[in-house]
């Protein structure tokens, strides 16, 4: 059950503190507020050693998102965020060129 994930705040704190910082930078209020309380899903599993994204919800196996996504580059201090955004919620974190997420 997705309530029983830990949240990714105790996992990767600083990874939240900059990312709802971004997000109220670009105005997506409602996204920062959300973004303090996303579940850690899982960590990407694609073995590319630039990547450290995770999964904030499950994703359908071999489906696109379909309608009601969105792709959000943010401009990080190092490295790059893009968030995957499916009618208002944050289902994935991509995480590129960065050397870790704490």
Known sequence: MEGERPLVRDSYPNLIT??????????EHALATCAKDLRLVGECQCGD??????????H???QPYGSGHRCLPLAPSQGMLILDIVDGR???IEVLHRATLT
Do not use: K
Not at 18 to 27: I, K
Not at 49 to 58: G, K, L, N, Q, V
């Open 18 to 27: 900059e990312l709802v910082s971004l997000l109220e930078s670009e105005g």
């Open 49 to 58: 050693d630039f990547c450290r994204s995770i999964h904030t919800a499950e």
């Open 60 to 62: 359908p196996r071999g």
């Open 90 to 92: 944050i289902m994935y």
